[in-house]
């Protein structure tokens, strides 16, 4: 499952909501949370539900920002995105201003009942802890394993940098710590680690600069706000033709050595060792390049 872009969908926003599905991001984020107003709770749940009911995502992903445990709103938005009418429902849940394993595990709980009231498997609906407090960046590996339903750490670095009393700025130095964190708490996990927004709309230069940090960090894909921001982030996140050929060539070069029975080689007068392989091999995974192969990287 790709998660290049994840694009926030205002939920309380009709148009936005009809025309997502053709906007081209990996995943939609229908925002139930800080996208709307306290006064308009109710009805954007209802535009969510009819929304996942209705429209025709094909293989896009759908994604429901709850409102947060700490608020009366979240357990209604539960019921309303997983339940029958919702058509195939939410298939993942972000859970907001995620702390602690105990967040996750009260989550859980009220989807797996939901599942039940609505004939879904339990454990179909996977979640996303979106951690946005100096507490969920500490706690960051404890909650990517404290549940088989989490699929992903999501960083939040608005709420984060407010916590921490830190002044946000478009080169991201104070929140290069729970960057590296969150990819490090992910990878050891084995989920995915999406980066946080770039939330200067018309600042193209600098969104293509900061995917292209994200990416260099680990991170498997960045959320963003903009429909303008999803080209630029999805080709960031794609595997260049150079990286591709590259690729191959290791590839190629692995698959005559292993022919000819011989534990190491080289490509262009340079040793290839296991994890320059696996790098490789994880670049045409991403581009669909890989078969068999891929089998080895499921085990990391």
Not at 194 to 209: K, Q
Not at 216 to 229: C, T
Not at 258 to 265: I, L, P, S
Request: hydrophobic fraction near 45%.
């Amino acid at each position: 499952m790709k998660r290049r872009t994840m694009l926030f969908v205002p939920g309380n926003n009709p148009g936005m909501l009809i025309s997502g599905p053709v906007l081209g991001a990996d995943a939609l984020i229908f925002d139930l949370e800080d996208a709307v107003a306290e006064a308009e709770k109710d009805a954007a749940r209802l535009l969510v539900r009819n929304a996942l009911k209705t429209l025709e995502c094909g293989a896009t992903e759908r994604v429901v920002r709850i409102n947060g445990v700490d608020t009366p709103h979240w357990r209604a938005d539960v019921a309303a995105i997983v339940a029958k009418e919702a058509g195939a429902g939410a298939g993942t849940v972000l859970l907001p201003k995620c702390s602690t394993p105990a967040d996750v595990a009260l989550v859980a709980e009220a989807l797996s009942a939901e599942e039940k009231r609505a004939g879904r498997a339990d454990g179909e609906v996977r979640l996303l802890a979106l951690l946005e407090s100096a507490l969920g960046i500490e706690n960051a590996f404890a909650v990517a394993t404290c549940s088989p339903r989490v699929s992903g750490l999501f960083l939040g670095a608005e709420d984060l940098s407010a916590d921490l009393g830190a002044q946000r700025t478009l080169t991201g130095e104070e929140i290069a710590y729970a960057r590296g964190r969150v990819v490090v708490a992910a990878k050891a996990a084995r989920v995915d680690a999406i980066d946080t927004p770039f939330t200067v709309v018309d600042d193209l230069e600098n969104l293509e600069r900061d995917a292209q940090l994200g990416r260099r960090m680990g991170f498997d894909g960045k959320a963003v706000i903009s429909p303008q921001h999803v080209r630029i982030v999805n080709r960031v996140y794609s595997p260049s033709d150079k990286e591709i050929a590259w690729a191959e060539k290791i590839r190629a070069a692995m698959q005559r050595a292993t022919a000819e029975g011989k534990g190491a080689f080289s490509v262009d007068g340079s040793m290839v060792d296991g994890p320059i392989v696996k790098r490789a091999l994880r670049i045409l995974q991403t581009a669909g390049r890989l078969n068999q192969e891929a089998d080895g990287l499921r085990e990391e």
